[in-house]
């Protein structure tokens, strides 16, 4: 065995705090090390070159570089080595650079740490095996779980690059949160119209197959090779047959609060969610119809011309073959009814941000008009409370929700240019307008418009008469306020849907403190889980902006469609291999792998069954949680195998 | 109290069945107060079976020595029941061994014994140390055991004799059985292992002291892992040549090394049957470093090993609220 050692200086990076020279002078005394040398930049093209030379010339089979950390160039290093036709997992970078110069002062000790580190690497290289990069074939089609604005976009986005791609969404239509908005800011334009020409396109698209009411069970399979289940729940109605004459709503004797509408106005048990829902059909809630099970009622299948009606529906299993998922299951407001002082559910006048966007929207229950849901009179003065449930670690969410200052002066500008007399205050901690025109659509809010604001908290509401007595603190004047008000808009925090937590258990992504799903990297791989070829679009990784969902959404359509325009991936060699002798299939591996890569399986030992862990490789992320768990070392972690990490830790151990 | 005469009705029905192929208890022994596993393969062989508050070994160590030998082609493994006779102990030793899957609940019968608690061999070793025939032991109602030696009856007190980590013991009943003899003990609450709650008190240089005397004493017999119902590695880490995690030296270092990987290998997985401990020929303390942990794992994670065959293993779970404040 012929063992490389090549020293970088990183410029003045790591030669200022270790004594590079010594370094090398000291590595050519470890075992196996038959070159050992020093270089300015070993990652620039002449580093390369130096490398490349001395693998031709001196017959070198291990290379191993001090520099910066791997993360930064293993890629550069392997592809050396593959260039000169070794194995790229007989490379072993050490970090002298951010774990020693960088972190230290003294030059002595520094030189010391880098040495011992240097030799747990040499030796941990003379352990180090050629290891295999296996194949995987891919299925060329996406699956997308969630038909707001990101699902949408991200569908889209993969059916344009020619993908098959399937939509699935739990509820009658698509649209999501973004349906039910009036306006959007900071442009003011009205939602639903940008909004429906891309539900249409969702409809048309020759490449996309939309599931609407439908629900994913299950999901097995790995990067490329995803294999899914998909409930479909029954309509009640047949999409093919219904020509949405309306004439089973009449007739329909059941009356329901209606979803859409935040509860404001009235639907019947046959309806369609919005005259805009994508599909475009009625659907028959069963919860309460009459003439599901048992069949009392059947007005709506009398009346219907085209026989569309079909109470025998039954929910079925639709079972896709994909590549690559995106899910966008979004989010959900926070219960408010939670803050008791704020009277939610209480008091009737207290209303939430999303209900306060039907009562203003033209076509929501009073149609445009905005009249507080008591009395229905045209309320004068209205507070707005900002971070309703947000930024408040003790009982509720601890973290802002974004959205909620911009929706918050939304509203108030809104209201102001309805009621020309009335009178819009909003109660703030701090007013965040991080966003392109965000700062200028609040302070044409806050001097066009006259909105007021007064920064502090509210601290409780009560009904007083037919008013509403608000009581706060005004933290720039230390002084109490007490005001009357008509009506009083919560600008309710956001939280992961219901859906984002069942979906993260279902495919096991890594979820935060808050419940939204966990990026890869926060920063550098924002769309991207910890599961390859699962991707993440929208507010199911923690608030956004309809601009934010939307950038989100193509981001993680175009990263998906980076597997899917594969026709073969590699995965990575550095994968956990079982000894089958040694392993006495407890499945404390397979419960700590986080990327569900293990699995138990029989083999047939002479004749008995005999229970193992079997790795499957594509999945594998080589994080060695498993080898870690095996409580009698049957799993070893391929390129860090337990001998080599002992070597490791012996050297450093070394006086 | 467990009558014999029943005991060996339930194992002679048990074993006449046509789905098992053998069960397990206790017989007497030959010399003091031993006693021997017995194997009844028929219902004669059920005859030498008994109870009594000698029978401290736990029995869920053999039916993962059962030997697989090769099959010839064609031919077919025999799936048949092994019984078992269980303690509280034991039951929950089985229990923790299906929980990591090495067993499945129908490869075993349970015939459950509600135990009083057993006698420490080494204690009693200690009172009679020339008794070389074998003696049976019976306890009263008034918590003493009585025993008759060359026609002259002993009355011991019952805290005397008894092991341990029967003082602490919370489950004297099987938690999980197939069959039952005689009527269940009544819980009670057990003390507190006082052994751990004093060596808690002691600074970290006199506990260190304190294991560094007994650790040095081991000879690296390995008895307490071959007594245990729950070191059942088909190659044990100890054994592992490539890489070697121990030498094979035996010098304090090395015998650290094995009793502390012992204990944290045991989290969440000890049901404090005390095998360990009674069959260590020099004496370590082993129940203190395995209830330390036991109660580690209880106060930080509300895990109690040996309960639930559904449970996930306590290393192969984790909750996102638990507990990092040991991560320092």
Redesign the interface.
């Known amino acids: 065995m012929k063992i490389g050692v090549y020293v970088c200086e990183c410029g003045s990076n790591i030669a200022s705090t270790v004594d590079v020279e010594d370094l090398v002078e000291q590595a050519k005394e470890f075992p196996y090390v038959e070159v050992s040398r020093v270089y300015k930049y070993v990652c620039s093209d002449p580093g390369q070159v130096l490398i490349k030379q001395d693998i031709e010339e001196k017959q070198l089979d291990r290379i191993v570089v001090a520099a910066c950390s791997p993360r930064m160039h293993e890629p550069t290093f392997r592809a050396v080595l593959e260039d000169m036709g070794l194995n790229p997992y007989v490379l072993e970078i050490v970090n002298i650079r951010e774990q020693v110069s960088w972190v230290h002062d003294d030059k002595s000790k520094g030189t010391a740490k880098a040495a011992s580190l240097l030799k747990g690497a040499v030796l941990r290289a003379s352990l180090m095996h050629p290891l295999e990069r296996k194949k995987v074939g891919v299925t060329h089609n996406a699956l997308v779980i969630g038909g707001g604005i990101a699902g949408i976009q991200a569908s889209l986005d993969l059916a344009d690059m020619g993908f098959d791609t399937t939509l699935v969404e739990k509820s009658a239509t698509i649209g999501g949160k973004m349906s039910q908005l009036d306006k959007t800011f900071p442009t003011l334009d009205c939602s639903q119209c940008i909004l429906s020409p891309k539900m249409v396109d969702v409809n048309r698209h020759p490449n996309i197959d939309l599931l609407a009411l439908s629900e994913v069970v299950e999901v097995d399979g790995y990067v490329g090779n995803f294999k899914v289940k998909i409930k479909k729940n029954p309509s009640y109605v047949l999409a093919d047959k219904c020509t949405l004459c309306d004439d089973c709503v009449p007739v329909c004797p059941v009356i329901e609060h209606d979803e859409y509408n935040q509860g404001f106005s009235p639907r019947r048990a046959i309806y369609i969610p919005y005259p805009q829902a994508v599909p475009a059909s009625y659907l028959i809630d069963p919860n309460s119809c009459l003439g599901i099970d048992p069949l009392i009622c059947s007005k709506c299948k009398d009346v219907c011309g085209p026989e569309a009606i079909d109470f025998d529906m039954k929910p079925e299993i639709i079972e896709k073959e994909v590549g690559a998922i995106i899910v966008a299951t979004g989010y959900e407001p926070y219960p408010i009814e939670n803050i008791g002082e704020y009277g939610y559910g209480t008091i009737p006048d207290v209303i939430s941000g999303l209900d306060f966007e039907r009562i203003v929207s033209a076509s929501g229950p009073t149609d445009g008009t905005i009249r507080r849901p008591s009395d229905g009179k045209i309320p004068k003065t209205v507070v707005f409370v900002h971070c309703a449930g947000s930024r408040d670690p003790s009982k509720h969410l601890p973290y802002c929700s974004k959205v909620c200052c911009m929706y918050a002066t939304k509203h108030a500008l809104q209201y102001k240019h309805l009621v020309h007399d009335g009178t819009a205050i909003n109660f703030f901690i701090d007013i965040r307008t991080a966003g392109k025109d965000y700062e200028e659509f609040y302070q044409r809010a806050a001097e066009e418009d006259q909105v007021i604001y007064i920064r502090g908290k509210v601290s409780e509401v009560f009904q007083d008469g037919d008013k509403i007595l608000v009581k706060g603190a005004d933290t720039l004047t230390g002084e109490t306020v007490e005001l009357h008000a008509d009506l009083v808009v919560l600008a309710t925090g956001l939280m992961p849907s219901a859906g984002t937590k069942e979906i993260a258990s279902l495919l096991n992504l890594s ?1 935060g ?1 808050n419940g939204f799903i966990r990026e890869a990297h926060p920063k550098l791989k924002p769309v991207d889980t910890a599961i390859s070829g699962v991707f993440v679009a929208g507010t199911a990784t923690g608030p956004k902006d309809i601009p934010d969902a939307v950038s989100s959404a193509s981001g993680a359509a175009s990263r998906a469609a980076g597997i899917l325009a594969q026709d073969e991936l590699e995965i990575e060699g550095t994968v956990a291999q079982v000894d089958e ?12 792998c986080p990327y569900s890569a293990i699995e ?1 399986n029989a083999i047939n ?5 005999l ?1 193992v862990a079997f790795v499957n490789e594509a999945l594998c992320k080589g994080c060695g949680s498993c080898a870690a ?1 095996c ?3 049957a799993i070893n972690q391929l390129g860090y ?3 080599q990490i ?1 070597a490791l830790i012996g050297a450093l151990g070394e006086e | 109290m467990v009558e014999n005469k029943e005991l060996i009705k339930v194992v002679e029905e048990t074993v006449s069945r046509d789905d098992v192929k053998y069960v397990i208890g206790y017989k007497r022994g030959t010399y003091g107060f031993q006693i021997k596993p017995a194997f009844a393969y028929s219902a004669e062989d059920a005859k030498e079976f008994f109870y009594s508050p000698l029978c401290s070994k736990n029995l869920a160590t053999y039916p993962l020595l059962e030997e697989k030998l090769p099959l010839r082609r064609g031919e077919e493994a025999e799936h048949k029941k092994i019984g078992i006779v269980v303690k509280g102990c034991d039951s929950r030793a089985i229990i923790q061994i299906i929980q990591e899957k090495g067993l499945e609940k129908e490869d075993v019968v349970l015939i459950g014994i509600p135990c009083k608690g057993v006698i420490d061999p080494k204690k009693i070793a200690k009172r009679f140390p020339k008794q070389s025939k074998f003696v049976d032991v019976e306890e009263n109602n008034n918590d003493e055991y009585i025993l008759e030696i060359g026609g002259t009856s002993h009355k011991i007190p019952k805290d005397e004799l008894l092991s341990d980590v029967c003082k602490s013991c919370e489950y004297p009943n099987p938690p999980l059985y197939d069959i039952l003899i005689g009527e269940a003990e009544e819980e009670f609450q057990p003390e507190h292992f006082n052994r751990v709650d004093e060596l808690e008190e002691k600074t970290i240089e006199k506990r260190w002291e304190y294991w560094e005397k007994h650790f040095q004493n081991c000879i690296r017999c390995y008895a307490c892992r071959e007594a245990c119902p729950l070191c059942y590695c088909k190659t044990c880490m100890a054994d592992l040549l490539e890489p070697q995690w121990i030498r094979r030296s035996v010098n304090l270092s090395e015998n650290t090394a094995w009793n502390v990987m012992r204990a944290f290998h045991l989290a969440g997985r000890c049901i404090s049957c005390g095998e360990c401990e009674r069959s260590c020929p020099v004496n370590i303390p082993l129940m203190e470093l395995n209830k330390f942990v036991e109660k580690e794992v209880k106060e930080m994670f509300d895990y109690t090993a040996g309960l639930d065959t559904e449970e996930k293993p306590f290393l192969g779970s984790f909750r996102p609220d638990d507990p990092e404040d040991f991560i320092s």
């Not at chain 1, 392993?583 to 419960?591: D, I, P, Q």
């Not at chain 1, 030992?605 to 069954?609: N, P, S």
């Open positions: 979820v403190m002798d040694l392993c006495r299939g407890c499945g404390l591996c397979a419960e700590a138990i030992k002479y004749g008995h069954a229970r768990a409580l009698n070392g195998t337990d001998s002992l």
